[in-house]
């Protein structure tokens, strides 16, 4: 049996259902899935989403998003095999040995611990701080939550080059199924010597960061630069359902790295988009547990968690006083410790236990906040927020009187016990809080849509060069020097021309294909002006312009990209500058007007990192994060001001739109990057073009997608056969060529019990 991708096997003779199997007839993650949740048809998605439900509802831990990306990707089975009923080579794991300290393992490493013995294969499901001054009763000094990775104290961050940071990590012993499985003999053992893991089943250690940006990823960009970096080996696997390099048509480090932040926010997407799954932060567990555990009345169980709730809640209010004022109360209370303190808890706490605990107790305290309070305010005058997110299983901050606070959303970690110890900054000179108007700072980059000479010979003239913001919006275009000259000398300082324009790929209307200008040829400037620019042309398209000799005709063409692109949310088909277009192609620029005024506090700091940051070849901006205010403002602006500019960062850097950099500052105060040795490290904010693919079917030839055929692309991929069956010679050959595109070397064959279909068209 062949490949034939129409083959129906709803239900297999081994009872697999292959609508839940991501080596079925179907594959889970499509082409259109790695351009972000928005741009996923609904038919898409749900099935990703039934089969998010069914990983979430087998296994015993709370399914965090990274998982769920594993689940999908690297074809987790739901019959108790888990990872180990897929063709995965274990070879490809990343070996690690665990000591007093270790690198990152973000949620989502599927890893081999070297023990010594026997080999510990585990995939990291949970892990949280577990800073040593917090107390056995979930006490929790003021200057640890929110505190910054090797924080010395009260005010005091780090100050020593490396950065580390106590950490609990929950690995799932269990994901690979029986025959990976530690015997209980072997387990008990590994726990009782505590090298490797504790008593609980988790591992405790100090992990080591290279910087500060990296101890602040969120977990989704941490796992990401994981699986580019140590686990590209098992990323770029031939045996995963569906390879990333398929689905993003390339191995280039940047369709890979866009691709796969995009794959990840989809799944986190879908796990948000289900009615039978409860979230708090990136971990989902349903519903069904959910209701089972409030319905318990033992260890852990409704009665405890309610405790828990109502103790929070209570933790701040002062006792009666017969005389004078009551003085505020603050505490912090973390959920881990406190969870082992409820008598009989200790079992259920071990392994992965301890983590579907932590998020069932979050998220009765967030239900409780949610119903019985005004934004955390509740009627005693106690006012409840979450501080700390990650520490401890979540440290939640308790203050009376909390009336005299300003209120927001109780459920986004502030922070406020670290910020409490930090020495606030002295004040803005006087009359800085009046809001100031943004302004333009003048554009850097002076080489940007310089005239490449390509040809002067005897038969013309022959130039490239971009269109910039101020051609477009004042309808002219400069003529290369060479140019100038021997027009001036034969027709004088101003002559009527006749430019044409050859669109490539495109039919252009007559008025723009053939149009009288006039060619001014001054000492200062020389320029054919009177354009009337197509409205599809943009700040940075390339232009190849030749001039032959002797007469007044200009002929400029566009030249079409292999593959058509979307760059942000502009589509593109043409070659272009990206420099030019990252800088000229900010929030409040087009054609009809060049300007700051009135933008947003998100769309101003697009703008001013856009536009003033340093440029790389590729359309990479990154901006000093002190310089932000004066580039976008000119000068300091309002407190508010800045703090709405702070916010707009934080939002974008979450959402990806933005990222963090280390660069560096020279004694002039220029900013560098990569950072330079031997000059102090300053923290950068990045603007990164996003460029996907765009996927069109076979046959469609309109660069804008004019009559496009309601098809779905299939990337090629491995699909589980039914007992019995076999590849066909033609699929062992697909699967090979397969493997060369992702640059593995001659000699992989299709595992036993699988084939390879190939990319093709299907009707929806």
């Known amino acids: 049996m062949g490949g034939d991708p129409y083959v129906s096997a709803t239900v297999s003779n081994s009872g697999r259902t292959s609508l839940l199997d991501p080596y079925g007839d179907e594959p889970l993650l499509t082409p259109s899935m790695t351009q972000g949740r928005a741009a996923v048809p609904d038919r898409e998605l749900q099935p990703l989403v039934r089969y998010l439900e069914a990983v979430a509802a087998s296994r015993r831990a709370p399914l965090h998003t990274a998982v769920a990306f594993n689940a999908v990707y690297f074809g987790y089975d739901l019959n108790g095999d888990g990872y180990g009923g897929s063709p995965l080579r274990l070879d490809d794991f990343p070996i690690i040995t665990l000591g007093e300290r270790a690198a990152v393992l973000p949620v989502g490493a599927m890893v081999c611990v ?23 009763l979930g006490d929790v000094p003021a200057w640890v939550s929110g505190a910054p990775a090797s924080a010395e104290g009260p005010g005091r961050p780090a100050s020593g080059p490396t950065l580390r940071r106590r950490e609990r990590i929950v690995p799932d012993l269990d994901a690979f199924g029986p025959a990976l499985r530690l015997s209980q003999a072997q387990l008990h053992r590994l726990r009782t010597r505590k090298r490797w893991l504790s008593e609980d089943g988790h591992v ?7 910087s500060p940006e990296a101890a602040r990823r969120d977990d989704l960009t941490a796992y990401a630069d994981y699986l580019l970096t140590t686990g590209r080996e098992q990323l770029l696997s031939p045996c995963v359902p569906v390879s990333l390099a398929e689905l993003v048509g390339g191995t280039g480090e940047e369709l890979l790295r866009a691709g796969l932040l995009n794959l990840l926010d989809t799944v986190q997407a879908a796990l948000l988009s289900s009615a039978l799954l409860r979230t708090w932060g990136h971990y989902a567990v349903t519903r069904t547990s959910l209701a089972e555990c409030w319905g318990d009345t033992g260890p852990l169980g409704g009665n405890d968690l309610r405790s828990l709730a109502a103790a929070v809640e209570h933790a701040a209010t002062p006792a009666k006083r017969r005389h004078g004022l009551t003085a505020p109360v603050t505490v912090y209370t973390a959920v881990g410790p406190r969870l082992r303190q409820v008598p009989g808890a200790a079992e259920l706490l071990k392994g992965v236990g301890y983590a579907s605990a932590v998020c069932r107790a979050n998220l009765t305290l ?24 990650f520490e401890s299983g979540g440290v939640w901050r308790s203050h009376h009187p909390g009336g005299t606070e300003q209120p927001g959303d109780p459920l986004t970690p502030s922070g406020r016990g670290w910020a409490s110890t930090v020495t606030a900054p002295p004040e803005q000179e006087a009359g800085s809080e009046a809001d100031v108007d943004p302004v333009d700072q003048a554009l850097t980059g002076a080489d940007l849509g310089a005239c490449e000479l390509l040809r002067n010979d005897a038969e013309g003239v022959v130039w490239r060069s971009s269109l910039r913001l101020a051609h477009l919006m004042d309808g002219w275009f400069p003529l290369h020097p060479q140019v100038q000259r021997e027009l001036r000398r034969s027709h004088g300082l101003r002559v009527r021309a006749r430019l044409e324009l050859d669109h490539a790929g495109r039919t252009a209307n007559a008025h723009e294909a053939g149009q009288d200008v006039t060619a001014e040829l001054g000492d200062a400037s020389s320029r054919l002006t009177g354009i009337s620019w197509p409205l599809d042309f943009f700040p940075g398209l390339f232009l190849e312009l030749c001039w032959p000799r ?3 005709v200009i002929r400029a063409t566009t030249t079409r990209l292999k593959e058509t692109l979307e760059v942000d949310d502009r589509v593109i088909g043409h070659c272009y500058d990206p420099r030019v277009l990252t800088r000229e192609g900010a929030p409040g620029s087009d054609r009809h007007g060049d300007s700051a005024v009135g933008l947003g506090p998100r769309q101003l700091v697009l703008r001013a990192v856009r536009r003033c940051g340093l440029l790389t070849l590729d359309g990479h901006a990154l901006l000093d994060c002190f310089a932000l205010p004066s580039a976008a403002y000119g000068r300091p602006p309002a407190r508010s001001q800045a703090l709405a500019l702070e916010a707009a960062v934080a939002e974008l850097l979450a959402e990806r739109r933005l990222e963090s950099a280390l660069g560096s500052r020279d004694a002039w105060g220029q900013p560098h990057y990569p950072a330079r040795e031997g000059q102090p490290a300053i923290p950068l904010i990045a603007y990164r073009p996003v460029r996907r693919r765009v996927i ?18 299939v990337a090629g991929h491995l699909r589980r056969l039914q007992p019995g069956c076999s590849p066909s010679a033609a699929q062992r050959a697909a699967f090979r060529d397969h493997c060369r595109r992702l640059g593995k070397a001659d000699g992989w064959e299709l595992p036993y019990g699988y084939t390879f279909v190939t990319e093709h068209i299907r009707g929806r």
């Open 550 to 552: 002797g007469g007044r």
């Open 366 to 389: 967030a239900d409780v906040v949610r119903r019985d309070s005004e934004q955390g305010l509740f009627e005693n005058g106690c006012l409840v927020t979450l501080d700390d997110a």
């Open 204 to 210: 405790v250690v100090d992990v080591s960061y290279p």
């Open 696 to 713: 069109r079917p076979w046959g469609d030839t309109e660069p804008d997608g004019a009559g496009q055929l309601p098809l779905q692309l």
């Open 114 to 136: 070297a023990t010594g013995s026997d080999p510990l294969y585990a995939e990291i499901v949970y892990r949280e701080g577990a800073h040593p001054e917090i107390g056995p």
